[in-house]
């Protein structure tokens, strides 16, 4: 006998599509999205304002605690380990100091089955079943738990994939076909658990969206500089958006219909014209000081440069944001900023990056923030400045040898998208009419608002408030 035959009241699902696009699902695809404009005929549904910095992580942990990233003290994939220059960590499930939506659940007494959840490698004991994320390096090392439920998956589907390889490549082919192979074997796992395992909450997090915008927006936007009118990769995005809706749809039918569904996603996306070389930026502005400078045209990443450490007043690290550290005289090993200097200088630098023009002199829209001004606590190593360049059409680039403060082209590989700072949700209730479009809700809502849903008392250390529908 299935156990669906024992339902539970009270039992969430939660389809996060990772770096989904409002502007995509609610307008431009939603007559092609027949699953997503369902839920949204009857339930609540808008934009949701992503954490700051807007990215994979911390943005899931953000929103599945109902912490900042201040108080995560996670600022990126990667971070300081201390305030030496070069020590950096991997933001993996262990750097999760606080609960998140399936621990609540399984204090109190519920079953959770939770894949591909960003942070969730390596994988840590649940009520219920875990399948670790992208970050997970591969099915030789032990991704599920239990641990023996990983026989079981790889049984299911054998050639599970976490993420595809290389979504920086000019071989859009090749890419195209990993995305659409990662996509179909993470949906017949997810298609067996959901009937096949006793479940309260069930969660999984798609990554192929993300992928297929950075690695296919040239090919479908008008407005990026390398869209070509009718090229082979033009209908990439929008035929992949109706894959995981008709997806989306099979999942919830599994569910039952007694079961509240979250279509739901930690940031948005828009096209990406350039990057401003940051690092480059503070040596020419004589923030930064190089013993041997590269030569013009010798694209060298930051960590191989030979910095005079007594010299230099900041430095960065590049992204789809960028953090900006200051050398701080009694908080770094040479730092050269008397501490009584430190927010003046603070301030002077960051009035200087909002003000670095675009690739012909014009103005950009530039937003620079200050982690204590933003948080509500800045635990680990925070960067001094966070900086949104050119309202993230351009990315931050730490790589030097430019011969000039931007670039057309990313350093790291072929990327055409850049993060947007509002994402996603979709919200539908059983029986229950939604509010329809609302506004002003940010990610930290997600999780307060799960627990809401689920009977469960919300903390009060948690930031997010209840989404109403």
């Known amino acids: 006998m299935s156990w669906l035959r024992r339902k539970k009241k009270n039992r969430i699902l939660v389809l996060g599509w990772d770096c989904a696009s409002p502007k995509l699902a609610f307008d431009h695809f939603k007559a092609d999205m027949p699953v997503l404009s369902s839920l949204m005929s009857q339930g609540t549904w808008g934009e949701l304002e992503s954490s700051i910095p807007c990215i994979t992580v911390p943005a899931w942990a953000s929103m599945l605690s109902s912490r900042d990233p201040g108080v995560l003290g996670i600022y990126g994939f990667r971070n300081r380990a201390d305030h030496s220059y070069s020590q950096m960590t991997t933001a993996n499930s262990a750097s999760i100091k606080v609960k998140r939506v399936w621990d609540y659940a399984g204090e109190a007494g519920r079953q959770s089955v939770v894949i591909g959840v960003p942070q969730t490698y390596p994988v840590r004991p649940i009520s219920g079943h ?21 026989q079981e998956v790889l049984k299911v589907a054998p050639n599970y994939a976490f993420d595809v390889k290389d979504f920086r490549t000019m071989d859009k082919a090749r890419l195209l076909q990993q995305i659409i192979d990662m996509t179909e074997i993470q949906f017949k796992l997810l298609r067996y658990c959901i009937t096949e395992k006793p479940w309260d909450f069930f969660m999984h997090v798609n990554m192929g969206v993300d992928r297929i915008h950075h690695g296919f927006w040239r090919y479908h936007d008008p407005e990026h500089r390398l869209y070509e009118r009718g090229n082979p990769f033009e209908s990439a995005i929008f035929d992949y958006y109706r894959m995981v809706d008709g997806m989306a749809g099979q999942l919830i039918e599994a569910a039952g219909d007694d079961v509240t569904v979250l279509v739901v996603s930690d940031h948005g996306i828009t096209r990406m014209d350039g990057g401003i070389c940051v690092n480059e930026w503070l040596w020419r502005n004589g923030w930064l000081s190089l013993r041997t400078p590269p030569p013009d045209g010798k694209i060298t990443p930051f960590e191989n440069l030979d ?10 690290s590049g992204g789809y944001y960028g953090r900006i550290f200051l050398n701080v005289e009694g908080r770094e090993p040479q730092g050269m900023i ?5 927010q003046q200088v603070r301030d002077e630098l960051a009035l200087a990056l909002a003000a670095i023009p675009g690739a012909d002199g ?3 829209n530039t937003t620079v923030f200050k982690p204590d001004a933003i948080y509500e606590q800045v635990r680990g190593v ?34 055409d998208a850049n993060h947007a700072r509002r994402g996603m949700f979709v919200l539908h209730e059983p029986g229950r009419r939604g509010a329809g479009r609302v506004t002003g809700h940010q990610l930290m ?20 408030k209840v989404i109403k529908g």
């Not at 910095?307 to 960065?316: E, F, I």
């Not at 966070?386 to 730490?398: E, S, T």
């Not at 627990?451 to 930031?463: H, K, N, V, W, Y």
Request: hydrophobic share 40%.
């Open 307 to 316: 910095v005079d450490w007594s010299r230099t007043k900041a430095w960065a």
């Open 130 to 150: 875990m399948v670790s994320c992208f970050l997970t390096p591969g099915t030789e090392n032990a991704f599920t738990y239990p641990a023996i439920f990983k």
């Open 445 to 464: 809502d997600i999780a307060p608002t799960l627990l809401d849903r689920m009977g469960i008392a919300i903390p009060s250390e948690m930031q997010g």
């Open 362 to 364: 014009e103005s950009l």
């Open 338 to 342: 008397p501490a009584s200097h430190y």
């Open 382 to 415: 925070a960067p001094d400045l966070l900086v949104y360049f050119g309202d993230l059409h351009w990315r931050a680039v730490g790589s030097l040898g430019h011969g000039r403060h931007y670039t057309l082209e990313n350093d790291t590989g072929p990327d």
